[in-house]
């Protein structure tokens, strides 16, 4: 009976049921193994806006559909309270602060205040360092508005990729440098995401006959 | 322990308790109505765990108490039985709890 008064328990219970099905996962992987793929798009030429937008947008298409088609036909439609509405607020006025901070970090590191190590040695470690640091606090902030801990996970290895591409340029160079960690990051997580998708499917079968009441 | 007692220790609310909601299954579907602003028929039933008829049932208990609002419609042809709580259905739950749990707490360890 406790347990039944817990309401924010419900609540959260409900709410985090619906990252059961991976989708999140799934579209995270393909962003950041987009990433990795960019490097070879960029190193054969092909136009920037292409690289940029397409696979995201694939990313974002996957998701979007596989809510429509997969997520709600087998586990249902909910719609949380004006608490959860907020959080989408917050996450809109993060994007409109972080976006200009990346810009001008771009910014400074083309402009090599913040000189990548490829070009200065391993001694230099700053502009990297400080976008592994931004990437892994901003994807630290999300997961907690969002209510959803791996997020931080994602970003954790979004850093390690940043970090490990300067590192390989030294050795491997471009493109291998970016393709081979973004590539193994965004395959973690899309694993994994693959694999919460067919518990999801197995948990959640989907029924032939229409599913209302009365 | 006679009436007398029970008044005595706080537990009069439970006289008072509305039978329509102190079911478990229908304590439970409307916990997850009053947490969410609505879900559709599917949702609730993965939730709860009830099977369709069953839940069907509850929720025609509960529409006819106007505790929960029904509403089917189609998204993209496709029917959706959405529900949600009432303003009454709200306020029910929630003297529900505040009786329950001024009973529960008045009850000897």
Redesign the interface.
Known sequence: ?TK??N??E??K??YR?TFQDGLWDIVWGVIIIGMGINTVLKNMGVPKPLYYLVIPLIAVLIGYFGKQRITI??????????KREQTKRKIWILASIITPIQIILIILIKMQIFQSTFETGLSNYVGPLFLVMFTIIIFAIIAHIIDFPRFFLFGILMGLSIITAEILYLHVGSPLDGLIPFSIAGTIILVNGLVLMVRFLKK?PRTNE????? | MDKSEIDSEGLQPLSDIDRIIHEPAR??IL??L??????????????TGLT?GN??SH??KLEDAEYIH?K?EFVKK??????SLTKSGRKAFQTY?QS??QV?DHLPD
């Not at chain 1, 229409?210 to 009365?214: I, K, T």
């Not at chain 2, 496709?78 to 529900?83: E, N």
Request: no cysteine.
């Open positions: 009976m039944l008064f309401l924010s419900i609540e219970k409900a049921s036909p087998r586990m249902g439609f909910v719609r949380f309270g004006p959640y229409e599913v209302g009441h009365g | 304590l439970l916990a997850y009053f947490v969410v602003e609505s879900a559709d028929f599917l949702f609730l039933m993965n939730q369709r839940l069907s929720l025609s029904i089917k496709i029917p959706r039985t959405l529900l709890r329950m749990k529960l």
